[in-house]
């Protein structure tokens, strides 16, 4: 399913308009982004936590010359599914 599909959903299911269901998960989308971006956690209880990881910088090692690299730190987002997703995977 992707964004589109999503919105699609929110029209048939929820009867908004698609305007409404557009804004809705927008909305949705960059209110969790902003959380994320100043390092807080987003926790939907029954669905799952949005967490931000972070990645020390490291040596690396390019495979093609065998040269080593310096890998520089970054930070990734990480989802971990709630108890009542990972049921539902189940059934």
């Not at 926790?43 to 065998?66: H, L, S, W, Y």
């Amino acid at each position: 399913m992707n964004k589109a599909q999503l919105i699609n959903a929110l029209v048939t299911d929820a009867k908004l308009s698609r305007r409404d269901a557009d804004v809705a998960v927008n909305t949705l989308f960059d209110t969790i982004v902003d959380e994320l971006r100043k390092g807080e956690k987003v926790q939907i209880v029954g669905f799952g936590c949005f967490d931000v990881r972070e990645r020390p910088a490291r040596k690396g090692r390019n495979p093609m010359t065998g040269e080593s690299i310096n890998i520089a730190a970054t930070r990734s987002v990480a989802f971990k599914p709630g108890k009542a997703l990972k049921d539902a995977m189940e059934k």
